[in-house]
């Protein structure tokens, strides 16, 4: 079996829980996820199945956020499973939120919450966390391609907040900061992915409805149709040379990252170019 499935993956579980269930379905143990998602949040998840979990490097990673947000509290995880730290009866406005949302748009610094999996010197931050320990967080730049504010409950002071981002940032930080920025707390409550790359959540199967092998074969996706890289198509003679791990002529491709090299509308190797050839980086036999 070699392809993608888009997962809805529902609040409650890990993203490794989402593993373990296709593992058990299938009967297969090479099966991999991309974007580690948080128990607490839910939404699109790619699953990468056989053969293809050597492709999740090179997967589109830039992803989209619903992000339930509530102002006057804040929470040791910056999200509504945390203990409360700081409580306000200071009220923002709309207007007010919108201003302050317009400062994280683009390059920004983020410290990652102190309850995240990143490791520092060895160790997970929340293992810091659940021994009462302190450490130095070191920030991080992210990038926020959009973000937009879609509704505010000025009575309830909550609001939702739609986010297009790169990897690597939190959306609990953002919370968290823009709580700080406006003085009055605030943390995240839920938190929706909606998209992920080239998928989506219209297009999203919820985990559940995956209860057999067939429906499962009938979801998978091509990686050729996910991937952001140029392709070329290979002829009989070239698939042999690819399949033995030899570099091909480049032709006609000009300055990439990465090449996917197909057949038969199916990946047979990822290359890159040097100099006027195509070298194979992966190469992927019986797909």
Same mark, same amino acid.
């Given at each position: 079996?070699?392809?993608?499935?888009?997962?809805?993956? !529902?609040?409650?579980?890990?993203?490794?829980?989402?593993?373990? +269930?296709?593992?058990?379905?299938? %009967?297969?143990?090479?099966?991999?996820?991309?974007?580690?998602?948080?128990?607490?949040?839910?939404?699109?998840? !790619?699953?990468?199945?056989? %053969?293809?979990?050597?492709?999740?490097? +090179?997967?589109?990673?830039? =992803?989209?956020?619903?992000?339930?947000?509530?102002?006057?509290?804040?929470?040791?995880? +910056?999200?509504?499973?945390?203990?409360?730290?700081?409580?306000?009866?200071?009220?923002? /406005?709309?207007?007010?939120?919108?201003?302050?949302? =317009?400062?994280?748009?683009?390059?920004?610094?983020?410290?990652?919450?102190?309850? #995240?999996? &990143?490791?520092?010197?060895?160790? =997970?931050? +929340?293992?810091?966390?659940?021994?009462?320990?302190?450490?130095?967080?070191?920030?991080? =730049?992210?990038?926020?391609?959009?973000?937009?504010?879609?509704?505010?409950?000025?009575?309830?002071?909550?609001?939702?907040?739609?986010?297009?981002? #790169?990897?690597?940032?939190?959306?609990? #930080?953002?919370?968290?900061?823009?709580?700080?920025?406006?003085?009055?707390?605030?943390?995240?409550?839920?938190?929706?992915?909606? %998209?992920?790359?080239?998928?989506?959540?219209?297009?999203?199967?919820?985990? /559940?409805?995956?209860? #057999?092998?067939? &429906?499962?074969?009938? %979801?998978?996706?091509?990686?050729?149709?996910?991937?952001?890289? !140029?392709?070329?198509?290979?002829?009989?003679?070239?698939?042999?040379?690819?399949?033995?791990?030899?570099?091909?002529?480049?032709?006609?491709?000009?300055?990439?990252?990465?090449?996917?090299?197909?057949?038969?509308?199916?990946?047979?190797?990822?290359?890159?170019?040097?100099? /006027?050839?195509?070298?194979?980086?992966?190469?992927?036999?019986?797909?």
């Amino acid at each position: 079996m070699f392809g993608v499935l888009n997962v809805y993956k !529902p609040q409650g579980i890990t993203s490794h829980d989402v593993v373990a +269930y296709f593992r058990k379905l299938l %009967k297969i143990k090479q099966i991999g996820h991309t974007g580690t998602l948080d128990p607490f949040a839910e939404g699109v998840l !790619p699953v990468c199945l056989g %053969k293809a979990t050597k492709l999740i490097q +090179y997967l589109p990673d830039d =992803k989209a956020y619903i992000a339930f947000v509530q102002f006057g509290v804040s929470t040791e995880t +910056y999200d509504a499973e945390g203990k409360i730290t700081y409580r306000s009866e200071n009220k923002i /406005s709309q207007k007010t939120l919108e201003n302050e949302i =317009k400062a994280f748009e683009g390059e920004i610094e983020q410290t990652p919450p102190i309850y #995240s999996a &990143i490791k520092i010197g060895g160790k =997970k931050l +929340y293992e810091y966390a659940r021994e009462g320990k302190s450490i130095e967080i070191p920030s991080r =730049k992210v990038f926020i391609n959009k973000i937009e504010l879609k509704n505010f409950d000025e009575i309830k002071q909550t609001a939702e907040i739609y986010i297009e981002c #790169s990897k690597g940032t939190y959306i609990r #930080s953002i919370a968290n900061d823009l709580g700080n920025n406006l003085k009055c707390g605030a943390h995240l409550y839920k938190l929706i992915r909606t %998209k992920v790359g080239k998928l989506n959540v219209e297009t999203a199967t919820e985990m /559940s409805k995956f209860s #057999s092998v067939e &429906i499962t074969q009938n %979801k998978l996706l091509n990686p050729i149709d996910l991937l952001n890289y !140029p392709s070329y198509v290979l002829n009989d003679e070239e698939l042999k040379k690819v399949l033995h791990g030899q570099s091909l002529l480049n032709k006609n491709i000009k300055s990439a990252d990465f090449i996917i090299l197909i057949y038969n509308n199916n990946i047979k190797a990822i290359g890159k170019i040097d100099n /006027s050839t195509i070298k194979m980086i992966k190469v992927f036999e019986n797909v």
